[in-house]
């Protein structure tokens, strides 16, 4: 079949100037990624900053060559058929400040369908359509500059919208919106794609809810490589064998993850501290691990104010495949 997306042993390395002798003097942001992405899918790219989500779609939109492999969009080439990748997707950036300040909301959409070749009639019935379904219907003739981070954040994807591309990439596309906006946009996003199945959507994100909420089958990337590839369902059953947990206890006392992680049957220890409380999420081989655990926390002081058994999440899931959750990984790159 031909994929709406399609990748073989993609690659990307960055050369770095000015790095000292003793420093890499090349960055790999992709390695060997590897991807089929049927039509009507809905895909979910999900990594922490700086995993190499953004390189990737900058290669698939074209906008970046890649160092090693292949990429095709439509069946389409990405280098060496770019303009006619181009004409058959489009994409948006969570946190971007596209548009201009001086011009409407409406104003700024016209102008975009313009760039694309619309024809105007159909452009100002897209954009009524369009803006109607994110409830910007009353902000039309209000300029951007004077819109919230949220609204402004609608108004352009509502611009990545106004094509009716084949392939829509969308990078992080709820970044800094709060949590109202946040589920009008997740909204629209499954509407679109739900409502005709030649339609594609490529979503990049680091929200775990976001990707098991929304999207098909999810790509887990960290470090430039896929890790995993499956449905969210099909990657969290891949845990059930283990027995998770979440533990309110009083303060650790000087006890550290490595002591607990050191117990038989302890896979994963989690450490989230609060204010004057610790957190712990664990991954346990099985229920009877949990006994030497509270041994240990009780002889070293430490009170269990809550213990709660819970389903598996995408984020248990990455922090099986990188031992590491994805806070972590983004506080140590």
Not at 22 to 29: F, G, S
Not at 37 to 66: M, Q, R, S
Not at 122 to 142: F, P, Y
Not at 145 to 172: A, C, H, W, Y
């Amino acid at each position: 079949m031909e994929y709406a997306i399609h990748t073989e042993k993609l690659g990307r390395v960055y050369k770095l100037r000015h790095a000292k002798k003793e420093d890499p003097q090349e960055l790999t942001a992709l390695q060997d990624v590897n991807l089929q992405v049927k039509p009507g899918e809905l895909f979910g790219l999900l990594g922490p900053n700086g995993a190499g989500k953004t390189t990737l779609i900058k290669i698939l939109t074209t906008l970046l060559g890649p160092t090693s492999g292949v990429a095709r969009v439509t069946g389409l080439d990405v280098t060496q058929e770019a303009q006619n990748v181009r004409a058959r997707i489009n994409m948006v950036s969570g946190g971007e400040s596209s548009g201009y300040g001086l011009l409407t909301v409406r104003e700024n959409l016209w102008m975009f369908s313009q760039f694309y070749g619309l024809p105007s009639k159909a452009a100002n019935q897209r954009i009524a359509e369009l803006l109607k379904i994110v409830g910007l219907e009353d902000r039309k003739n209000t300029k951007s500059s004077d819109l919230s981070t949220g609204l402004r954040q609608k108004m352009n994807i509502v611009r990545g919208f106004m094509t009716d591309p084949d392939v829509l990439f969308l990078d992080e596309p709820t970044l800094g919106l709060d949590v109202g906006a946040s589920r009008d946009v997740r909204s629209f996003i499954r509407q679109w794609v739900d409502a005709n199945p030649t339609r594609t959507l490529l979503l990049t994100t680091h929200y775990m809810v976001e990707a098991d909420e929304l999207c098909d089958r999810v790509a887990i990337i960290n470090k430039g490589r896929v890790l995993a590839c499956d449905t969210p369902a099909n990657l969290k059953r891949g845990l059930q064998q283990d027995a998770i947990f979440k533990m309110m206890l009083s303060p650790l006392n000087g006890l550290n993850v490595t002591q607990l992680e050191a117990l038989a049957g302890v896979k994963k220890v989690t450490h989230i501290p609060q204010d004057g409380a610790a957190e712990l999420d664990l991954i346990l081989e099985s229920d009877e691990a949990l006994g030497g655990l509270v041994t240990l926390l009780t002889s070293n002081d430490i009170h269990i104010r809550n213990l709660e058994k819970r389903e598996p999440t995408l984020e248990d899931v990455f922090v099986d495949l990188v031992g590491h959750s994805m806070q972590e990984v983004e506080v140590r790159e």
